[in-house]
């Protein structure tokens, strides 16, 4: 039941729901650090493959829940980066104390997500989600993929993006 095309084919994701409100700060110029404050978060998601025996290169219904459920898990909280070298983020029972030089934060541990990142760029932020989503989505779909891209708008028109090879993440 072959249609004659061979080509590759993209999908792209953007829904309202794919939206999450969260506060962070990123570091800048080697040594200056911005202060608290937060954004509310738009996502896109693209991928390119050839179609399957549906004739679709992902099942629009699964990239979108999938996104949805990583979204939720970032939506109200406090992003912190635990690979940053001058950012000393510690877990202290029901606490995370935060340092950078004389600053220093204390936020409730439930508030907070602890990405395995350097900065908690819009561009870092896309590269973590899109590892997430190969995390949950690869067994599912398998390796006719060619690539998945991530795009994180910080603020209304600044995006930052990722481009990841489609591939089983380690």
């Known amino acids: 039941m072959s249609s004659g ?17 969260s506060a962070h700060f990123i570091t800048f110029a080697g040594d200056i650090c911005e202060c608290l404050h937060g ?16 004739r679709y290169v992902i099942d629009f219904i699964a990239f979108r829940d999938t996104l949805a459920k990583i979204v939720k898990r970032l939506d109200h909280h406090m992003l912190l980066p635990t690979r940053h070298s001058m950012i000393s983020v510690q ?16 936020f409730p541990a439930e508030d907070c997500i ?10 870092e932020i896309a590269e973590w989600i899109g590892r997430e989503l190969l995390s949950e989505l690869y067994s599912k779909i398998g390796d006719r993929l ?25």
Do not use: M
């Not at 095309?5 to 409100?21: A, D, P």
């Not at 602890?114 to 561009?123: S, Y």
């Not at 891209?149 to 481009?163: A, L, P």
């Open 5 to 21: 095309h061979s080509g590759t084919f993209r999908v792209l994701l953007q829904k309202e729901q794919l939206v999450f409100s």
């Open 91 to 106: 877990e202290d029972g029901d606490e995370v104390v935060v340092r950078f030089r004389a600053k220093r934060w204390v």
């Open 146 to 170: 060619d690539w998945l891209e991530i795009g994180v708008d910080e603020n209304n028109g600044q995006w930052g993006y990722c481009r990841l090879p489609w591939s089983r993440v380690s």
């Open 114 to 123: 602890l990405l395995p990142i350097v900065n908690t760029t819009a561009e």
């Open 39 to 54: 954004h509310n978060y738009g996502l896109r998601g693209e991928v390119q493959g050839k179609l399957d025996e549906n």
